[in-house]
């Protein structure tokens, strides 16, 4: 093999490299659209609802409200298996409910205090119940169940502990980051080592040219 073929077969080696490696870049943006948070409450008056242990998905996208969209909810209060968010649809701007007995945004604060909106999350169970949770203050949470011909079923006043689910790698609690998804590591390692091998075999032919 010439020394020019030497350096076309390199350069074909590289730019299919290259082309794997935007894909990679693309298909890693793609994934890394959402965070999967944990939120457990428990009440601290005495009052049920009790607690709730709450999984929420969060758009990495900061809204026109400075915040972030919650995308879906599932979970349970109290024993009650949570079917799904209620759609705001002023999103991300704070809604009445079709009942009028509650007003929400669906809207949450990474690194801020507190984490929810004073709106709050609204959400449906399995026993019919809609469910707001939102917070007073840094520190302090309301939770309310309201069940349809009847009104509030339900109040209490609680604390909120916040986790992400580390698994589902997004945004941190504390700022949105550009932290590479494990798929990005992945192709990256694949990649640079199909540029050693190639720069392996360019040597090695060189080589083989002078003997």
Known sequence: ?????????????????????????????SQAQAATWLLDYAATNGAS????????????????????????????????????????????????SADGWFIYDNVVWPGGAPVLSNPGLFFTGASGDEYNLFSDNASTYELYDARAGVGYVAHSMGALAVS???SV???????????PEPASWVFMIVGFGSVGAVLRRRHRTGLNLVY
């Open 1 to 29: 093999m010439t020394a020019r073929a030497v350096g076309v077969s390199v350069m074909q080696h590289f730019a299919k490299f290259a082309v794997g490696l935007s894909a990679a870049a693309v298909l890693c943006a």
């Open 49 to 96: 609802p009790t607690q709730a242990s709450l999984t929420v998905d969060i758009s990495d996208a900061q809204n026109a409200v400075g915040g972030h969209d919650v995308t879906g909810i599932s979970g349970q209060v109290d024993g009650d298996a949570v079917t799904g968010l209620i759609a705001n649809p002023g999103q991300p701007f704070p809604s009445y």
């Open 164 to 166: 992400e689910l580390p």
């Open 169 to 179: 790698r997004g945004f941190s609690l504390d700022e949105v980051v550009g932290v």
